[in-house]
């Protein structure tokens, strides 16, 4: 569409073209589109959120809120313990995966399904096992030991882990399938090798597979930390940021400013973030835009 | 002959011990989710693993809109249809039109644009949300379809059009210098040349764009509000909204609606495992 109807003015210019070659101009015009995306999609919104977020009063409202600071600590906690948990589990079941067996093959099928489902029924579904009256899981405690299982989301360390936990449910499948890509890269010939000298389980680990894995490992928590940081629906479908506002992270405080009609301390919260977030940002388009 | 099979049968025991729990664990959540879905009312919470009476009945009563909660859920699914469908096809025709330029026209400036939308793919959708909905609201599409849409197409266009970059870069120049040669115009050879070969990348980038689409809540919830406009996601939802929610029929509606890209993504997994995660991590 953006083609033919930019290609009438695209002729009829001769001072522009006159420098510029026709798949040139074709170049140009073919990438307008995008632009025109980014100028009014990304640009302005970015622009317009940091002039909401210029005010300091919004951020000593923010150094005053004390939920602030239990979401930036949540933050810390969820990002410390996620991600390392879920990088170390999906580091040992790709060398899981990497088995050459047909039931760990069709395992491996069903292993994807939760990152192939979309989160909102999955996470609800938790939610309602986790019910303190009704949830399965509450029935089951009650069934075996005749006792009432703990209020789960009602406590907010718990309720936190819990948020973890389907965090990890979520993503664990999609790294433990990359670095088994990265597994599958390394040559065979180094383990038989290894295997002939009497390598030991934890040695071929430490010489062969983690050498060979280490930058790819590390590019992954990098951007598994970027994503996390930005995962709102495990927390705000699970506790919806509850009890008493004690689980939220930044990613869902901001739309708690939001619904609460602050809207300069919901983008003064994102503004907090964004030291911590643009190092990884450049460290990240470094890598790929090689 | 005995003892390596002795530990064959020790190491398929190992394996054994990590992928029964791996299982498990996988399937949980979705299994007491359809669970619930099989389940008559009465049955739901018996906490059994098999329900005494499994029944469609759940599924009936979601295909009829026979409940409350559930009076505009043909809509809300024809909603997610279109605004899925819509946002894939736009993604794809901005991506591949810029992919090309980037790549094989080598347009001024292009690895400048290709760093803008690398720089946009690392920024967290949820911390863009804020700015967004404001800004939809400037430009008064809120409640609007297009919103969502566009929003779409802005967070899966730079992914799209790296991965189809990547791609491009592969095929050797000597290509587009032999269809120039014998005539062919800067179109014909996007046309005629690089769609048809970028196919499996183009099939892989579609299929991203229309799952991100679909499986969207954070900006559809924001951006959409009328009942009759809303997605299934955010429909999903709002049935959390009421103390006495349905959980059975909520958890069919999220069944029905986890199935489309479940299905899309096993149809298309040759293509997804190839053309995405590769592309995903570059070490």
Known sequence: MAITLSGDHAIPSPPLSARLTTPQVWGIVMIAPYLLVFLAFVVYPVGYGLWLARHPASYVALYHDPIFARAAVNTLIFLLVGINLKMAIALFLSGFFAQQRSWIKWLSVLFILPWAVPSIPTILSVRFMLNPEWGVINQLIFKFTAEDGPNWLNDPSVALAMAIGVHIWKSLPFWTLILMTGRLAISHDLYEAAEVDGASWSQKFRYITWPSMQTLYITCTLLSMIWTLGDFNSVYLLTGGGPADLTHVLATLGIRYLRLDQLSLAMASIVCALPFVLPLVYFMMKRLSR | ?283
């Open chain 2, 1 to 283: 002959m005995k003892l390596p099979s002795l530990k064959e049968i020790g190491n398929e025991a190992k394996l054994l011990l990590i992928g029964i729990p791996v299982l498990i664990w996988t399937l949980v959540p979705i299994y007491h989710m359809f669970l619930f879905a099989i389940s008559p009312k009465e049955d739901a919470f018996s906490g059994k693993l098999w329900p005494a009476h499994p029944t469609l009945n759940n599924f009936k009563i979601v295909f009829y809109q026979e409940h409350y909660f559930l009076r505009d859920f043909w809509i809300q699914f024809f909603n997610s249809v279109v605004i899925a469908l819509s946002a894939g096809a736009l993604t794809l025709m901005i991506a591949t039109a810029a992919a090309f330029s980037i790549s094989r026209l080598r347009v001024p400036g292009g690895r400048w644009v290709m760093n803008l939308a690398l720089f946009t793919y690392f920024i967290p959708a949820a911390f863009l949300a804020v700015p967004m909905y404001r800004t939809m609201g400037n430009y008064g599409l809120l409640n609007n379809h297009w919103s969502l849409i566009l929003a779409m197409v802005t967070i899966a266009s730079p992914y799209a059009i790296w991965v189809l970059k990547q791609a491009s870069d592969k095929l050797p120049v000597e290509l587009d210098e032999a269809a120039t040669m014998d005539g062919a115009t800067t179109l014909q050879l996007f046309r005629l040349v690089y769609v048809p070969l970028m196919m499996p990348s183009l099939v892989a980038i579609g299929t991203y764009a229309i799952l991100l689409a679909w499986n969207e809540y954070l900006y559809a919830f924001l951006l959409l509000s009328r009942d009759t406009e809303i997605t299934l996601p955010v429909a999903l939802g709002n049935f959390l909204a009421a103390d006495d929610s349905p959980w059975e029929l909520l958890m069919t509606t999220g069944f029905i609606y986890a199935l489309p890209p479940a299905a899309i993504y096993y149809a298309f997994r040759r293509y997804m495992v190839g053309g995405l995660t590769a592309g995903a991590v570059k070490s």
